[in-house]
């Protein structure tokens, strides 16, 4: 068993800053996604969690002992990778084996471990191939097996499933979240794929820029975005965010922006910090707002994309013409028959609408709050 | 504007490209049979004839010269000279060029000057080197002595060149040229390993010892091999350095088989003798390669074609450069 607690770790190479300051828990047993895009730091952190990386300040914990000096090979992991990483050389058995004969683990436990591990991942009939002889998927099914053979008390992954085509990352993903509960150890598992994130992980951490931007489960990250980074990131498609203002002249409270004006939810006035005038930005999922194509409306139909169990409408407001035109994607019922141009009425509901200040921070839903 | 004017040559004689391949190719073809294959031809006609210069009559004698040559003590004791020059420069090589191929593959600051300049001693001609090397060792005047003897660990004139210690300075010599071009491989191949390896034997707890055997040595392996036949084959064939450093002395110690077939030629004017000894040296020096390539690919299928091509290639280059 292990905890993994990251404190306030900083890791700079030269001026450039990859990880600043980030404070992180991690459970034991828990399986915990670094999220962001490319860039952000997330491998940064992975790598000095692995000890191939040592932080410029700041501590990680194992059970509560610092090991961020340590080597790796003196911390109870193992680790997956995005190249997949095995050994070229070695058929899928000796890959397997290698990290117990560096142990020196006697001969025939060596025997009966990998033969256990390569039951678990169902690659007891690739044993003698090498890696050049496998598929994608079998690969990687080798890879997850040198490190469960271990028997680590926590598990790390980098970016594993990128390098394998789309359905197969949706078998593994399953695979992965199944082999966390089996073997009740740590994961950590970076990844910039948000759906992989929501589908895995206990907690969700969301990085940006090498700051952590929230941690929460996939359900708060979901609902409860701490900032717009969050909310753009989760979700896909991508939030709708749309810069405007407070209007509260003729009494009723208003947003407004260009070619939209949503009445305020009750109750969410006396949350806001400014007044009227005040700048915000609305926010709401595709999935949360609606569309009635009856309806004489605010809008234009710029184009529609079916996907076969949803239909997404980008919706225009604003000039029709525009070079540039400020796009709004909505999911709506497949069997809409919706053309380009067309003018329609968008609905959003108070309940999914977002406020967020133009610096980013979310100002409603209040937390706890409905 | 080449080849602009190669096409417009081409439009003008109105040649197919397979037309235009086969002459290009032809013509390279040609150039070879003139420049190696007649003369290869030539020097076996050669190796079996008895060459009187001085009467300027030749006599068919068949395989005399090689039945005379392996019961020559001097010829054997000039191949056995050349197993051990080889044999030392090989081992040498092999060490020196990996671990200084292992040195520059780390990041350090002025590795680009110091990949540069490691290649340098490659690029001295090989009578330089051995000119150099001359200044070093020479009792008297000796770069070793002079640093050596006001130390007291050696006496002044202290002789390096001695009888039983020529061939290994001779091979030192050697190495100081070509260990820089095995370097040279080895540092391509290192890079060619992918970084992710190295992090995965690093989690799987493997020491540097260890990630050296189980992940550097495997992926090279094929470089080592092909320099091991390159360094082999120079070696065992090496005349220039040796010539110019020992003339073959002192005494016959450092007399390798290329110098004594040199002597053959250019001293005895023994023209068959030196032809047939050219061809056993090609002989000793295709088994010798032929040798490595079964031991080190054994069982293994992907380096057929490689290995097809160096024994192609082995006795070309030894036969155009050994005196005939």
């Not at chain 1, 003196?74 to 084996?97: E, G, T, W």
């Not at chain 2, 032809?275 to 054994?298: M, Q």
Request: aromatic share 10%.
């Amino acid at each position: 068993m292990s905890t993994v607690t990251i404190d306030d770790v900083v890791k700079s190479y030269g001026d450039v800053i990859a990880v600043d300051s980030l404070t992180l828990a991690i459970e034991n047993k828990e399986f915990v996604v670094l999220l962001g895009p490319s860039g952000c730091g997330k491998t940064t952190i992975l790598n000095m969690v692995a000890g191939l990386d040592v932080p410029t300040s700041g501590h990680i914990r194992f059970d509560g002992e610092s090991v961020e000096h340590l080597p790796p090979e003196r911390r109870d992991i193992a680790m997956v990778f995005q190249s997949i990483a095995l050994y070229p050389h070695k058929n899928v058995y000796n890959n397997i084996a290698f990290p117990l004969r560096m142990a020196r683990v006697p001969r025939s436990e060596i025997d009966s471990r990998v033969r256990s591990a390569a039951a678990l991942l169902r690659i007891e009939n690739l044993l003698d191939r090498r890696p050049h002889q496998l598929s994608g998927g079998q690969r990687q099914r080798a890879a997850l097996g040198r490190a469960v053979v271990r028997n680590p008390a926590v598990f790390l992954f980098d970016e594993p499933l990128s390098a394998l085509d789309a359905k197969l990352r949706v078998d593994m993903r399953l695979e992965i979240k199944k082999l966390h509960e089996r073997l009740g150890a740590t994961f950590v598992y970076v990844t910039h794929d948000q759906v992989e994130a929501l589908t895995m992980a206990d907690r969700i951490a969301v990085l940006d820029n090498g700051r952590l931007q929230q941690y929460g489960t996939p359900d708060e990250i979901y609902q409860r975005p701490a900032n717009m980074v969050v909310a753009g990131f989760v979700g896909s498609p991508s939030m709708n965010f749309v810069p405007g203002r407070l209007d509260g002249s003729d009494g009723g409270w208003r947003f407004a922006s260009e070619g939209l004006e949503v009445p305020l939810p009750a109750g969410m006035r006396e949350h806001l910090p400014g007044g009227a005038g005040s700048e915000v930005v609305l926010g709401i999922r595709p999935e949360g707002a609606g569309l009635d194509g009856a309806a004489g409306g605010t809008g234009w139909v710029y184009a529609t994309e079916p996907v076969g169990s949803d239909l997404f409408v980008d919706v225009s407001f604003g000039q029709p013409d525009a070079l540039e035109p400020r796009l709004f994607k909505i999911r709506t019922r497949p069997d809409l028959r919706l053309r380009s141009g067309q003018p329609v009425a968008v609905t959003l509901p108070p309940e999914h609408l977002f406020f967020f200040e133009p610096a980013g921070r979310r100002i409603w839903p209040r937390d706890g709050g409905a | 504007m080449a080849a602009a004017g190669v096409r417009a040559t081409r439009r003008r004689s109105g040649l197919s490209d397979a037309q235009f391949a086969l002459t290009i190719v032809g013509a390279v073809i040609l150039f070879n049979v003139v420049v190696i294959i007649l003369p290869l031809i030539y020097s076996i006609w050669i190796s079996l004839h008895e060459t009187n210069v001085i009467l300027r009559r030749e006599e068919f004698v068949g395989g005399e010269h090689f039945a005379k040559l392996l019961a020559d003590p001097a010829v054997l004791n000039a191949i056995g000279l050349s197993l051990k020059f080889t044999a030392v420069s090989v081992v040498l090589s092999l060490v020196i060029g990996l671990a200084i191929a292992l040195v520059l593959n780390e990041s350090f600051p002025g590795r680009a000057v110091l990949r540069a300049l490691v290649l340098l001693p490659w690029a001295v001609s090989e009578v330089v080197t051995a000119t150099m090397w001359i200044f070093i060792v020479n009792p008297t005047f000796g770069g070793l002595n002079g640093i050596l003897a006001p130390l007291g660990i050696v006496s002044p004139s202290f002789d390096w060149l001695s009888e039983r210690a020529a061939i290994y300075w001779v091979a030192v010599a050697f190495v100081w040229h070509i260990a820089p071009l095995g370097a040279f491989f080895f540092l391509a191949a290192l890079q060619t390993v992918p970084a992710d390896l190295y992090r995965a034997a690093r989690i799987d707890r493997a020491g540097a010892i260890q990630r050296f055997f189980h992940i550097t040595l495997p992926h090279i392996k094929y470089v080592v091999l092909i320099v091991l036949v390159v360094v082999t084959v120079e070696a065992f064939r090496g005349f220039d350095l040796v010539f110019a450093f020992t003339r073959g002395g002192p005494g016959t110690s450092t007399q390798i088989f290329p110098l004594l077939i040199y002597r053959y030629t250019f001293e005895f004017s023994q023209y068959g003798l030196a032809a047939a000894a050219s061809y056993l040296l090609i002989g000793i020096a295709l088994i010798l390669t032929t040798a490595y390539f079964i031991v080190l690919t054994y069982r293994r299928k992907e380096v057929r074609t490689i290995r097809a091509v160096a024994v192609t290639m082995a006795p070309a280059t030894a036969a155009a450069e050994a005196p005939a």
